[in-house]
């Protein structure tokens, strides 16, 4: 049974850093497609960046590009999200997605607040 579980989420002044982890197991993971999404409340939920099954590609939503960074560690099944500078506007449950045989996964769900 595929299951994905995030950490590392919390309440942090602006400008500040996270740093995200989403464990993954019940498929294989290096062949995986990874995500991070958020959704903020009263909106719908939007990309924040992918990586490709062997790290080799990223891609970043245009409101974090150059301030968080998505990585993987396939030994460890485990996909981060390095997010640094924070602002309010990136206040949202962040949830790790994962793309396999066409199957797709999520996890539960981390709050990030980023509030002074």
């Known amino acids: 049974q595929a299951q994905l579980v995030e950490s590392g989420g919390g309440l942090v002044q602006p400008g500040r850093s996270l740093r995200l982890s989403c464990a993954a197991s019940g498929f294989t993971f290096s062949r995986s497609t990874m995500s991070w999404y958020r959704q903020a409340p009263g909106k719908e939920r939007e990309l924040v960046a992918s990586i490709t099954s062997a790290g080799g590609v990223t891609n970043y939503a245009a409101s974090v590009k150059g301030r968080f960074t998505i990585s993987r560690d396939n030994g460890k099944n485990t996909v981060f999200l390095q997010m640094n500078s924070l602002k309010p506007e990136d206040t949202a449950v962040y949830y790790c997605?994962?793309?396999?045989?066409?199957?797709?996964?999520w996890g539960q769900g981390t709050q990030v607040t980023v509030s002074s």
């Open positions: 997605n994962a793309v396999s045989s066409s199957y797709l996964y």
